[in-house]
């Protein structure tokens, strides 16, 4: 824009000198304005021509309108190759700035392997089938403890001792007034039933003077005890009579309802009324035998699930334990 202004005035200034002089010196134009920049030759050649020529043919206005027209031609040219100038050189340097970090990019990225190697998946394949395999073992043997453990009653512990057993004060099945202390010195195993029990309460017993006359061959005197759980039907007389059936050194107890109560507890035995129909009636009671030491203390205990050769097997290990203790 500011060259635009002072080549107007250069003009101005040419024009006027020139319909005034028949001559017009450039040099002396350029020498008048020395506070701008000496104009170009081949533009100001071009102008003095037509200006003669307007001159001559009395035509000035035309000459001032193709002078115009020239320096506008010109000055947009000469902006034209500037700008394409500063374009160009824009973009080579947008070429070569991102050049410059492509190469820096492609210099600067990181090899990166797969993600999976086949030595992880590997990995990871056995360590998934072993936490299986891990899993329906565990799941089977869990399922084996829970139908083992529904099916039978697991046997006491075989050291240590549980709160079992205590005080007591019965009646013998020959009417003989009897404490725990009356069996001090003995091994003993204790059960619970009562003499109109159909099937199990025979069956236990049974098992119990096998297992008894078994143990004692091989040097071991253990007493069987049968205690009644039904003190209103069992009688002493009722009680004699029924241990005669299974064998010859069973001690039969009964008793009041209230001893009978305490003992039970004592033991932790369960034992309750069930179908009664006058006096005809059963007893449901638990289903275990009692080893007991020769100071009455609880040794182990064994459940319905335990057949003669256990039940042998079973008293005779904790006597023997107990003796190696003891020694």
Known sequence: MAKAISRNQQIRYFLYHSISSSKPSFHSLSKALPHTKPLPLSPLVGLGNLALQAMSSGRLESGLN??????TS?????????????????????????GGSQKTSEQGKPIRGSPVSWMSFFLLVCTGAGLVYYYDREK??????????????KQGPSAGKAAIGGPFNLIDHNGKPVTEKDFFGKWTVV?????????ICPDELQKLAAAVDKIKKSGIQVIPVFI???????????????????????????????????????YRV?????????????VDHSIVMY???????????????????MLTDGIINEIKQYKRVKA
Not at 66 to 71: A, D, E, F, N, Q
Not at 140 to 153: G, M, Q, Y
Not at 232 to 239: L, N, P, S
């Open 66 to 71: 193709c002078y115009r027209s020239l320096c």
């Open 74 to 98: 010109n000055s947009v040219n000469q902006s034209s190759s500037e700008s394409n100038g500063s374009s160009s050189g824009a973009n080579s340097g947008k070429s070569e700035s991102s």
């Open 140 to 153: 089977k043997r869990h399922i084996e403890d829970i139908t083992t453990a529904s099916t039978s009653v």
């Open 191 to 199: 059960y619970f039933g009562f003499t109109h029990c159909p099937d």
């Open 228 to 266: 009644s759980v039904d003190p209103e039907r069992d009688t002493v007389e009722q009680v004699r009579e029924y241990v005669k059936e299974f064998h010859p050194n069973l001690i039969g107890l009964t008793g009041t309802p209230e001893e009978i109560k305490k003992t039970a507890r004592a």
């Open 270 to 282: 369960y034992y309750m009324k069930t179908e009664e129909e006058g006096s005809d009636y059963l």
């Open 291 to 309: 080893l007991m030491d020769p100071k009455m203390e609880f040794v182990k205990f064994f459940g319905k699930n335990n057949d003669v050769d």
